[in-house]
Each structure stands twice: as structure tokens, then as C-alpha cells.
């Protein structure tokens, strides 16, 4: 089984912040990477997949880069309602993906 | 709007059963495979099952072989998850969501359905 470690677990930042999440795979999962975000008594949502693509109707202040067996989600400029947990999602061995344990991120 | 409404929840007692259904609408349902993901009270994301659009291929998490059995009905646009022998293990928020681009990715998730396992 491919296991998905994030660093850190959780964080504390402000309105405006730049922020790194990272994400590792336990074995190459090339760019089968995706980035859920999800706010509380919430479904999770889709923010970027094949490690670097935006869905659509995501906010640009969110990038993702990486391939191999680190990622990295990135909020340029952290806004409000930006506060949340982060979900990364291996999709190489699908449909038997993986989650990683997610990150918090909460208000400094 | 693409929707996908999960209900069926429920407390149950260890060993009982339990069945989960997903509406579907704003789409073509019977082109989507769709998984069942859950998750357990303050813990993360786990997926449980996958099925393919026509229902011919299907697959489940070890944590669930043998227990759940996941189905459809497209010309019910319906997901199903059939749970028996149910487990305090299986305590959980149950979502169906959709999956695009070869099951790589999930991009409408249902709002969640809790199941919760105690005597």
C-alpha cells in the first residue's frame, strides 16, 4: 500500500501569509497527486490535481507542485476563508487511493 | 447543479446492517464511476469502495471486503452501500462522490451521511 505522510499536521498563520503544505508519498506516485481542502460538518473539496492543476473555479492563490514523492500545496497570499484542513490524495494506485493525514490550518 | 445526497445513516448495533443510498442530478450519472469515502469522527479521509459506471467493475478497501457491498441503479441515478456485520470501527461520516479522468480524481462529493456503531 502507498502511504501519504503531511507536514507540518497543523499551523497557525494570518490573513495574508504565504503558506507551504507538504506532502509525501511512500513510494514514486509520478504526478498522481490531488489537494482537497475542508472546512468543519463540511464535504471536502477538490483544489488541485495531477499535483499542479487547478480545478476549476479554484482561486488562483492556490498552486501545487511536485512529482516523485514530494508535493507541496501553496496559498499565496492566505485569505479568511482559507482557514481549513488540507487533504492530500494519491491517485497512482486508483481506485485504491490513500489519503494523508491532513493539516489544519487555523488563525494566528 | 451537479448534487449528489447521500442518506440512510443511522445508529446501529455491532453486527447489524445498514443501507446507504446516494441521489444523483445535474449529470449523466450512469457515465460516472463513483467510490464511497468516510470518515471517522475527528480522524481523516478513508476510501471505502469504487464502482464503475456501468457497475461491472467494483472494489473495496480491505478494512471492508466481505461486509459492504456497494451497487447502482442508473436508471434510479442511485449509489447504494449495503453494510452488514457493521463494526464500532465503522463509525463514521459516509460520502459518495463522483470520480473523473480515469477514477483519478473526485470532483462532487455528497454532503455526507453519519453512521454510528454502539450498543
Known amino acids: 500500500d502507498i502511504q501519504m505522510t503531511q507536514s507540518p499536521s497543523s499551523l497557525s498563520a494570518s490573513v495574508g501569509d504565504r503558506v507551504t503544505i507538504t506532502c509525501r508519498a511512500s513510494?514514486?506516485?509520478?504526478?498522481?497527486l490531488n489537494w482537497y481542502q475542508q472546512k468543519p460538518g463540511k464535504a471536502p473539496k477538490l483544489l488541485i490535481y495531477a499535483a499542479s492543476s487547478l480545478q476549476s473555479g479554484v482561486p488562483s492563490r492556490f498552486s501545487g507542485s511536485g512529482s516523485g514523492t514530494d508535493f507541496t500545496l501553496t496559498i499565496s497570499s492566505l485569505q479568511p476563508e482559507d482557514f481549513a484542513t488540507y487533504y492530500c490524495?494519491?491517485?497512482?494506485?486508483?481506485?485504491?487511493?490513500?489519503f494523508g493525514p491532513g493539516t489544519k490550518v487555523d488563525i494566528k | 447543479e451537479v448534487q449528489l445526497v447521500e442518506s440512510g445513516g443511522g445508529l446501529v448495533q455491532p453486527g447489524g446492517s445498514l443501507r446507504l443510498s446516494c441521489a444523483a442530478s445535474?449529470?449523466?450519472?450512469?457515465?460516472?464511476?463513483m467510490n464511497w469515502v468516510r470518515q471517522a469522527p475527528g480522524k481523516g479521509l478513508e476510501w471505502v469502495s469504487y464502482?464503475?459506471?456501468?457497475?461491472?467493475?467494483?472494489y473495496y478497501a480491505d478494512s471492508v471486503k466481505g461486509r459492504f457491498t456497494i451497487s447502482r441503479d442508473n436508471a434510479k441515478n442511485s449509489l447504494y452501500l449495503q453494510m452488514n456485520s457493521l463494526r464500532a470501527e465503522d463509525t463514521a461520516v459516509y460520502y459518495c462522490a463522483r470520480v473523473v479522468v480515469g477514477a483519478t480524481k473526485i470532483d462532487i462529493w455528497g454532503q455526507g451521511t453519519m453512521v454510528t456503531v454502539s450498543s
Open positions: 464502482i464503475s459506471s456501468s457497475g461491472s467493475t467494483i
Open positions: 445535474g449529470f449523466t450519472f450512469s457515465s460516472y464511476e
Open positions: 490524495q494519491q491517485s497512482y494506485s486508483t481506485p485504491y487511493s490513500t
Open positions: 513510494q514514486s506516485i509520478s504526478s498522481y
